[in-house]
């Protein structure tokens, strides 16, 4: 494994954290809810009464931090190397992949963990097993992408 040194940014890597640290701290605190981001979405499919507004500020916070980052830097470059319909099959993959294990990175990762759920330390473990596999055969098997 080599570090790009050039690209290396562990203070805005902690900044990062401490921000979805305090997040997922002051939505339990406050709403006494987890920041799952698929059961805060699919919440929003068949919402409960007086269950939707925290749910639609929540979603549009995701869309406007990009937006308010833009007016203090410009975003780093994208780069996408694949075709859309992998990227959509990626995309229903994972969706797949969150209702079969009762929740996505951000619920068991962040919030789980953060609880000792141990529900959740063995769903993390699976998706960090599911990512290692995923690069080995794409790289290793299938010749893909270095």
Do not use: E
């Amino acid at each position: 494994m080599r570090i790009d040194w050039l690209h290396f940014t562990p203070w805005a890597s902690l900044a990062g954290g401490i921000f979805i640290g305090l997040a997922t701290a002051l939505l339990l605190l406050a709403n006494g809810r987890v920041a799952g981001v698929s059961g805060i979405l699919g919440g929003l499919l068949r919402p409960a009464k007086g269950d939707f507004a925290w749910r639609v500020a929540f979603i549009a916070g995701l869309f406007l931090a990009p937006i308010v980052w833009l007016t203090l830097r410009a975003m780093p470059p994208a780069q996408i190397d694949h075709s859309p319909a992998l990227l959509a099959a990626g995309g229903l993959l994972v969706g797949i992949g969150t209702r079969f294990g009762s929740g996505c990175t951000s619920g068991h990762g962040v919030c789980g963990i953060a609880r000792l759920s141990p529900r959740s330390l063995l769903a993390t473990a699976c998706f960090v097993a599911a990512g290692f596999v995923t690069v080995y055969v794409v790289r290793h098997v299938l010749g893909g992408a270095p």
